[in-house]
């Protein structure tokens, strides 16, 4: 897997020569060495980079950008003998007339950028480089799916989309700098060491194959193996700041269905109808909540896509409409290899239509998938695109709720995909032009049918590989993982990681995909896993069942304990999804994010914030009876208990078998759902509002969004947004809670209440601003 000759610039030409400036719309422009030089203010704290290839420029270079134009920014230049130089209100770029070295800091003096003299921008043939400067101390996060730990200093990574299976065998034995992985998300932030709250962060926006040195400790360096460089510089200092930025140029996570954010239930399996409804029986009478059901590649008929087994499943409508009265979804695999079969409609008018990649020679590319010979849609193609949302539209007709996207790295078996060509406006693009975005163009694609089949249903997509941007269409999972407890304390860095690279709907197969689970494992995996953005039960084919009740009655005890916390706390997880789709914001993330302040907290890798109120420390290690966790500064509540611990230092607590050892930031309001057994009964007409009494002075805002959760309509005006301001001052403590609907005067939901937790009591509650009687609010 690992090609460390392709991090060698040795022989690469350094852009250099005389500087010829032209002031642009937005910046400057200068012609060095034969080539184009832009540096532009796409913001007062944003900076792109753009280097023409033959003097000539791609844009956009990918689709990752939905736009860059955010009006004409107020700029200065200047120019001297030695510099010509680039200022906003939030950073000043200078270039080294003589060197080309681009130094780039913050009014304060800090440096966002320092490229290494006479060698900050290199090229070789299609390949292009770029070097700079860090400190061997600095911290590297973010670059969307890598293994191993947050801080990726030291390590050399590619991105270049990976069906890791068929590359590098079994997952189980995959290190923690196992690369690359099926995602790739080329944005990554540098904190200087000893100054985390001065993060900049890169993206590099190019979909071709590029890689990142990080193993120089003088230095850091990315480099392209096609394409031009385009580069996106993001001064921060906040990593909250940056990340809103990026996701305002790349998009962001569309409003979900309430339903998505529930338990799945997922297997490689060959089952039939009446196997699927003997499932639904176990969930309901074992009182285990589940909000669906996932069938994978073995409900086709022979592996053909938009097909169903009609012995197995005989009225696939009939199926799903029973499911859903049982307050089930269903969600069906849909796979980007078509079986090249003439007899089958789909195969036909795709190659009737040139819907299908093609090789150099303009014969249909093959390769060789699960239902064998297989040809794969060009969704490059605009026309591709249109045909395939119709298959989606028609197949989701008989009652599929949702769409599971798979094997779109792609994955073509051993047939070689530097063969496999695609089609732009009627130009022919190489393999490497597409790959990375072949699964987010797929995603797309898959959504618009969604939207076909239904314009005012939330639409709901899962897709394995995905580019920069992929957060518009569709949510992830990690992928093929393993049955060990390495994988499960791989599944937090990973997910963490993909958070802050602008995708929150994310998460891990819970137990393992490959691999005989265990029943420690399973339970700890579920007890993880409950505040994650994404809660599925999936593994494969030839391993033991992973049921929740596939073991003893402790270990479904726990995990019954498990789902049920998921369930109770939606309405939180919900508006954390919400806020997310407004802002950016990652839901599961790290604590350097929230605490930035703090550089030792870029070390903690197993431990996350589920957005951002509630600090998750679960258990990783096999037969572990107790755990350290580290809380920062603030005051802190075990959940649900009047527990309070001093942040700013470590503790030691249980690992008790039934929870998984969880916190609440002093101030916080949560709100806290009545039980259900799926989000088809789910209502906030019984919220209780959690209060966790603060033991200092000061102020604390939290929310609570309220929707129908499946129709997109207009956001503002079909949904209710809830803020409590909790207020502490000279030992009174006072909340106030403003409702967007103005009309409320008393509490705002039927028959919850308010539990407060802490020493002390709420002595003033105000409803959009009016006073209301503690004591009939209080339970």
């Given at each position: 897997?690992?090609?460390?000759?392709?991090?060698?610039?040795?022989?690469?030409?350094?852009?250099?020569?005389?500087?010829?400036?032209?002031?642009?719309?937005?910046?400057?422009?200068?012609?060095?060495?034969?080539?184009?030089?832009?540096?532009?203010?796409?913001?007062?704290?944003?900076?792109?980079?753009?280097?023409?290839?033959?003097?000539?420029?791609?844009?956009?270079?990918?689709?990752?950008?939905?736009?860059?134009?955010?009006?004409?920014?107020?700029?200065?230049?200047?120019?001297?003998?030695?510099?010509?130089?680039?200022?906003?209100?939030?950073?000043?770029?200078?270039?080294?007339?003589?060197?080309?070295?681009?130094?780039?800091?913050?009014?304060?003096?800090?440096?966002?950028?320092?490229?290494?003299?006479?060698?900050?921008?290199?090229?070789?043939?299609?390949?292009?480089?770029?070097?700079?400067?860090?400190?061997?101390?600095?911290?590297?996060?973010?670059?969307?799916?890598?293994?191993?730990?947050?801080?990726?200093?030291?390590?050399?990574?590619?991105?270049?989309?990976?069906?890791?299976?068929?590359?590098?065998?079994?997952?189980?034995?995959?290190?923690?700098?196992?690369?690359?992985?099926?995602?790739?998300?080329?944005?990554?932030?540098?904190?200087?060491?000893?100054?985390?709250?001065?993060?900049?962060?890169?993206?590099?926006?190019?979909?071709?194959?590029?890689?990142?040195?990080?193993?120089?400790?003088?230095g850091w360096k990315a480099i392209g193996d096609g394409g031009l460089m385009t580069l996106y510089i993001f001064a921060g200092p906040s990593m909250a700041e940056i990340l809103s930025c990026y996701t305002e140029l790349t998009g962001r996570m569309q409003a979900p269905p309430l339903w998505a954010l529930g338990h799945h239930q997922c297997r490689w399996h060959d089952y039939n109808a009446e196997d699927i409804r003997r499932l639904a029986s176990e969930y309901e009478q074992r009182g285990i909540p589940c909000d669906s059901f996932w069938l994978d590649i073995d409900y086709m008929d022979a592996f053909r896509v938009f097909s169903w087994d009609r012995e197995k499943y005989p009225d696939p409508s009939a199926l799903t409409a029973e499911l859903k009265e049982r307050g089930f979804k269903t969600v069906t695999i849909i796979d980007p290899?078509?079986?090249?079969?003439?007899?089958?409609?789909?195969?036909?008018?795709?190659?009737?239509?040139?819907?299908?990649?093609?090789?150099?020679?303009?014969?249909?590319?093959?390769?060789?998938?699960?239902?064998?010979?297989?040809?794969?849609?060009?969704?490059?193609?605009?026309?591709?695109?249109?045909?395939?949302?119709?298959?989606?539209?028609?197949?989701?007709?008989?009652?599929?709720?949702?769409?599971?996207?798979?094997?779109?790295?792609?994955?073509?078996?051993?047939?070689?995909?530097?063969?496999?060509?695609?089609?732009?406006?009627?130009?022919?693009?190489?393999?490497?032009?597409?790959?990375?975005?072949?699964?987010?163009?797929?995603?797309?694609?898959?959504?618009?049918?969604?939207?076909?089949?239904?314009?005012?249903?939330?639409?709901?997509?899962?897709?394995?590989?995905?580019?920069?941007?992929?957060?518009?269409?569709?949510?992830?999972?990690?992928?093929?993982?393993?049955?060990?407890?390495?994988?499960?304390?791989?599944?937090?860095?990973?997910?963490?990681?993909?958070?802050?690279?602008?995708?929150?709907?994310?998460?891990?197969?819970?137990?393992?995909?490959?691999?005989?689970?265990?029943?420690?494992?399973?339970?700890?995996?579920?007890?993880?896993?409950?505040?994650?953005?994404?809660?599925?039960?999936?593994?494969?084919?030839?391993?033991?069942?992973?049921?929740?009740?596939?073991f003893d009655g402790k270990t479904e005890d726990a995990i019954r304990e498990a789902v049920r916390l998921r369930y109770r706390y939606l309405p939180y997880l919900y508006t954390a999804f919400m806020l997310s789709a407004e802002t950016g914001e990652p839901i599961q993330r790290p604590l350097i994010y929230d605490f930035q302040d703090d550089p030792s907290l870029c070390a903690v890798n197993d431990q996350f914030m589920c957005g951002r109120q509630i600090l998750v420390a679960p258990v990783i290690e096999k037969g572990a009876d107790k755990r350290t966790v580290r809380l920062p500064q603030g005051g802190w509540y075990a959940l649900e208990t009047s527990d309070f611990f001093d942040g700013a230092a470590e503790i030691e607590v249980a690992a008790d078998s039934l929870v998984c050892p969880a916190y609440v930031s002093e101030g916080s309001v949560i709100p806290v759902a009545a039980p259900v057994m799926s989000t088809a009964n789910y209502t906030t007409d019984q919220l209780e509002l959690h209060v966790y009494l603060p033991r200092h002075d000061g102020s604390w805002t939290s929310w609570i969004h309220e929707d129908d959760g499946i129709t997109l309509g207009d956001l503002s005006e079909c949904s209710n947004r809830t803020e409590f301001t909790l207020f502490r001052e000279d030992g009174v403590t006072r909340l106030d809670i403003e409702t967007s609907d103005k009309s409320q005067t008393a509490f705002p939901w039927k028959s919850g209440g308010i539990r407060c937790f802490g020493a002390g009591d709420l002595d003033k509650v105000f409803i959009n601003g009016s006073s209301a009687d503690c004591s009939d609010l209080i339970c």
């Amino acid at each position: 897997m690992k090609k460390p000759e392709t991090f060698d610039t040795d022989f690469f030409v350094p852009l250099s020569g005389e500087l010829y400036v032209e002031k642009c719309r937005r910046g400057v422009e200068l012609a060095v060495g034969g080539e184009r030089f832009r540096l532009e203010a796409v913001r007062p704290d944003v900076l792109k980079i753009s280097i023409s290839k033959g003097g000539s420029f791609d844009e956009p270079p990918t689709g990752a950008v939905l736009t860059d134009d955010f009006g004409i920014n107020l700029f200065s230049l200047d120019e001297t003998a030695e510099h010509i130089s680039l200022s906003t209100d939030c950073l000043r770029a200078e270039i080294d007339r003589e060197t080309f070295a681009l130094t780039i800091a913050r009014p304060d003096g800090s440096v966002v950028l320092e490229t290494e003299p006479g060698r900050s921008f290199l090229a070789l043939n299609e390949r292009w480089a770029m070097s700079c400067r860090s400190g061997a101390g600095d911290t590297f996060l973010g670059f969307g799916q890598k293994t191993g730990a947050l801080d990726k200093a030291g390590r050399r990574m590619s991105m270049w989309n990976s069906d890791i299976i068929l590359e590098g065998g079994e997952p189980g034995a995959f290190a923690d700098d196992y690369d690359p992985y099926y995602i790739s998300i080329p944005f990554f932030y540098h904190l200087p060491e000893g100054h985390s709250d001065k993060a900049a962060a890169f993206f590099f926006d190019n979909g071709y194959r590029t890689h990142f040195d990080l193993a120089d400790e003088g230095g850091w360096k990315a480099i392209g193996d096609g394409g031009l460089m385009t580069l996106y510089i993001f001064a921060g200092p906040s990593m909250a700041e940056i990340l809103s930025c990026y996701t305002e140029l790349t998009g962001r996570m569309q409003a979900p269905p309430l339903w998505a954010l529930g338990h799945h239930q997922c297997r490689w399996h060959d089952y039939n109808a009446e196997d699927i409804r003997r499932l639904a029986s176990e969930y309901e009478q074992r009182g285990i909540p589940c909000d669906s059901f996932w069938l994978d590649i073995d409900y086709m008929d022979a592996f053909r896509v938009f097909s169903w087994d009609r012995e197995k499943y005989p009225d696939p409508s009939a199926l799903t409409a029973e499911l859903k009265e049982r307050g089930f979804k269903t969600v069906t695999i849909i796979d980007p290899g078509i079986k090249a079969d003439e007899d089958y409609s789909v195969y036909q008018e795709g190659v009737e239509n040139g819907h299908f990649c093609k090789t150099q020679y303009g014969t249909v590319f093959f390769g060789k998938v699960w239902p064998g010979q297989t040809v794969f849609p060009d969704f490059v193609r605009e026309e591709t695109q249109a045909w395939w949302a119709d298959h989606i539209r028609r197949h989701v007709a008989g009652g599929i709720d949702g769409i599971w996207i798979d094997m779109n790295e792609p994955a073509v078996g051993n047939a070689g995909l530097e063969s496999m060509r695609f089609d732009r406006d009627g130009a022919d693009y190489d393999h490497d032009r597409w790959h990375n975005q072949y699964a987010s163009l797929m995603a797309r694609a898959t959504v618009d049918g969604l939207h076909e089949a239904d314009h005012d249903r939330r639409p709901f997509v899962l897709s394995r590989a995905g580019f920069a941007g992929i957060q518009r269409h569709a949510a992830n999972w990690m992928g093929d993982n393993h049955s060990s407890w390495e994988h499960l304390a791989m599944s937090i860095s990973m997910c963490m990681g993909m958070g802050i690279s602008g995708q929150p709907f994310v998460g891990c197969d819970i137990g393992g995909f490959t691999g005989d689970t265990e029943p420690e494992l399973l339970k700890r995996w579920y007890q993880s896993a409950v505040f994650a953005p994404f809660f599925r039960n999936h593994n494969a084919k030839g391993y033991i069942d992973q049921y929740p009740w596939s073991f003893d009655g402790k270990t479904e005890d726990a995990i019954r304990e498990a789902v049920r916390l998921r369930y109770r706390y939606l309405p939180y997880l919900y508006t954390a999804f919400m806020l997310s789709a407004e802002t950016g914001e990652p839901i599961q993330r790290p604590l350097i994010y929230d605490f930035q302040d703090d550089p030792s907290l870029c070390a903690v890798n197993d431990q996350f914030m589920c957005g951002r109120q509630i600090l998750v420390a679960p258990v990783i290690e096999k037969g572990a009876d107790k755990r350290t966790v580290r809380l920062p500064q603030g005051g802190w509540y075990a959940l649900e208990t009047s527990d309070f611990f001093d942040g700013a230092a470590e503790i030691e607590v249980a690992a008790d078998s039934l929870v998984c050892p969880a916190y609440v930031s002093e101030g916080s309001v949560i709100p806290v759902a009545a039980p259900v057994m799926s989000t088809a009964n789910y209502t906030t007409d019984q919220l209780e509002l959690h209060v966790y009494l603060p033991r200092h002075d000061g102020s604390w805002t939290s929310w609570i969004h309220e929707d129908d959760g499946i129709t997109l309509g207009d956001l503002s005006e079909c949904s209710n947004r809830t803020e409590f301001t909790l207020f502490r001052e000279d030992g009174v403590t006072r909340l106030d809670i403003e409702t967007s609907d103005k009309s409320q005067t008393a509490f705002p939901w039927k028959s919850g209440g308010i539990r407060c937790f802490g020493a002390g009591d709420l002595d003033k509650v105000f409803i959009n601003g009016s006073s209301a009687d503690c004591s009939d609010l209080i339970c």
